[in-house]
């Protein structure tokens, strides 16, 4: 069944299957959403006339059962049916006759699929910050527990500064704070409504897109039709930048552990449950968990400029490359998710050596605070500098494993209070209770 069908015309079947691809595996994603769709769009048909209160109620009802079905974890798009907007308008013909053969009025397939991901993407949005707020609270509370426990610092992968476990894990949890502000913008972009844009030039029906509006529980509308199919692609591109910049955290974190769990560094350990060996070397305990991390999270790194080149030089207007997207962004959602989850669980489960610094090795990063216990003196610095460069090069340089830094954001100092409190401000700034709320309402 295809609603664009006329008699006498067949689409030949090497040139459908290549032009459906995998969209049906992404339409059954989107399955709920359609039908939240088509719940508002029939409430508000019925409003404004174009259809009777008895029809609009007719489709609402059965719209309702039919949510439940897509929501069914066996739930699958039948062959002989395109894509899952005709499945549910041939669910309403065959369920409630005539009626629900109305249901298609003024929107098109282009209007549809646009709700249907923006929909979507403000779910993956709320499932993601719901995965990143444990996670951060888990780097705070180890940020905490290990604020005590040094541990060297490095520029150029060489000896710098003494620095700390617990500036270690609360640098990651701060990270993740300008992350969550990238995810709120995009999902500012995301919870914009394109229904009644129709084909990207409107309709003539006396419709109001200011009540879908707000029965789907979107902020606004996209208000402008022709850039309300516009935004198809620049959407995805927001909310893919979005996420590679939580698996940019994710993977730089990956990174250190990978080094740190080195013999040659010997910082941290993992439960040997926790990593893996070598077929022909016992010793081995590797920590693939993170590297696998690291690799998903790069490739995610590359989502943005992937959905850039495949929009690149597109003129306005709906052009079918706008499909593949969906291939893209969708499982990218899954992949961050799952790795948010295994750093968590291995995070959990980290063991930090103690008395790391205490190594003689790492007598040089000591070398600024000897510096400055000069300079606390009244010598210049760069006397003191020079004073201490000097015991350096002459082999009889002292110091000190004890310090103390008191600064904000310091050490001794970790503001980790101060950093809960713009978390706790962004997250609230989602405001999802609200959405939440509309769409029960839609559905009761």
């Known amino acids: 069944m295809k609603l664009w069908s006329k008699s006498g015309t067949a689409t030949a079947s090497v040139v459908e299957s290549f032009t459906v691809g995998k969209d049906k595996d992404f339409d059954a994603m989107l399955a709920p959403f359609d039908v939240l769709g088509s719940i508002a ?16 109620a007719q489709l609402i009802n059965a719209l309702k059962n039919i949510y439940i079905e897509v929501n069914a974890t066996d739930f699958v798009i039948p062959s002989s049916v395109e894509d899952i907007h005709s499945y549910v308008e041939l669910l309403l013909t065959q369920r409630i006759g005539e009626a629900g053969k109305k249901i298609h009025s003024a929107r098109s397939r282009n209007d549809q699929v646009l709700v249907d991901i923006k929909l979507f993407l403000r779910n993956e949005i709320r499932e993601l910050v719901s ?17 005590n426990h040094l541990l060297p610092g490095y520029t150029h992968l060489q000896l710098a500064m003494p620095s700390s476990f617990g500036l270690w894990f609360g640098a ?10 990238q995810v709120q913008g995009a999902y500012q972009v995301v919870n914009k409504n ?27 509308l996209h208000y402008n039709v022709v850039y309300a ?5 620049k959407t995805e591109r927001v909310v893919a930048a979005a996420l590679a910049s939580v698996a940019d955290t994710l993977s730089r974190l990956s990174m250190d552990i990978c080094l740190y769990l ?18 022909i070397m016992p010793h081995k305990k590797n920590p693939d968990v993170f590297e696998l991390i690291r690799g998903y999270c790069n490739r995610l790194k590359a989502l943005p400029n992937e959905i850039m ?5 597109l003129p306005s207007g709906y052009q079918r490359d706008l499909q593949l997207l969906k291939e893209h962004i969708f499982p990218a959602f899954t992949e961050i998710k799952k790795c948010i989850e295994m750093a968590g669980l291995m995070l959990s489960n980290i063991q930090i050596q103690k008395d790391i610094v205490e190594d003689e090795k790492y007598r040089y990063m000591f070398s600024v605070e000897e510096v400055n216990k000069l300079v606390l003196q009244g010598i210049p610095f760069r006397d003191a500098y020079k004073q201490i460069g000097d015991a350096i090069e002459k082999g009889n340089f002292t110091y000190s494993t004890t310090i103390h830094h008191s600064h904000e954001g310091s050490m001794g100092n970790l503001c980790n209070e101060d950093i809960a409190k713009q978390m706790q401000k962004i997250i609230a700034s989602f405001n999802f209770e609200k959405t939440e709320a509309h769409l029960a309402a839609l559905l009761t």
């Open 41 to 56: 769009h029939a409430k508000m048909l019925g409003h404004v006339g174009l259809l009777t209160d008895a029809e609009s």
């Open 131 to 147: 995965a990143i707020q444990p996670f951060f609270e888990l780097l705070q509370t180890q940020s905490e527990t290990y604020k």
């Open 172 to 181: 990651y949890a701060e990270s993740l704070t300008d992350d969550m502000i």
């Open 194 to 220: 394109p229904l009644g844009s129709a084909a990207g030039y409107g309709s003539s029906f006396p419709i109001n897109r200011t009540q879908t509006t707000e029965l789907l529980g979107f902020e606004s």
């Open 229 to 233: 199919q516009m935004s198809r692609g």
């Open 262 to 279: 080195n013999q040659n560094f010997n910082f941290i350990s993992f439960p040997a449950h926790l990593t893996t060996g070598s077929s």
């Open 309 to 313: 080149l495949m929009t690149t030089n």
